[in-house]
């Protein structure tokens, strides 16, 4: 299991989640971030620092944001597990389910 980055995120992007993690899991695509599921050791630091309630477990995700976890799957499928966001910066792309969205207002 892992945690999941949904909608609420798009567009906004705080990344006070990305300070919080201890493994350098969450990775920043170009509207929003994305937790790698194979990297992250479901600390849950994550989770209460996001301003805008987007990080939820799993197995929590509200059903109307329930294509985010695979959306935060997938994401990686072309990345592989790269072994931290630091390292690899900016993903000039994003998951069909986030790049297909209207833009959010913040």
């Known amino acids: 299991m892992t945690y999941v980055i949904a909608q609420p995120c798009v567009d ?3 990344k006070a989640c990305i300070e919080e993690c201890p493994v350098d899991c969450i990775y920043e695509g ?3 971030l994305y937790i ?14 996001c301003p805008v ?4 477990y799993e197995d929590d ?3 109307q944001w329930s294509a985010f976890t695979a959306a935060n799957v997938e994401f990686f499928d072309a990345l592989g597990s790269p072994g931290g966001a630091s390292r690899t910066g900016l993903v000039d792309s994003d ?5 297909n ?5 913040q």
């Open 30 to 32: 170009r509207r929003s």
């Open 95 to 99: 998951h069909p389910v986030v790049a």
């Open 53 to 56: 309630e987007a990080i939820y």
């Open 36 to 49: 790698h599921p194979d990297e992250c050791v479901d600390c849950g630091a994550c989770e209460p620092v």
């Open 12 to 14: 906004l992007k705080d």
């Open 61 to 63: 995700v509200p059903e």
């Open 101 to 105: 969205l209207p833009a959010q207002e």
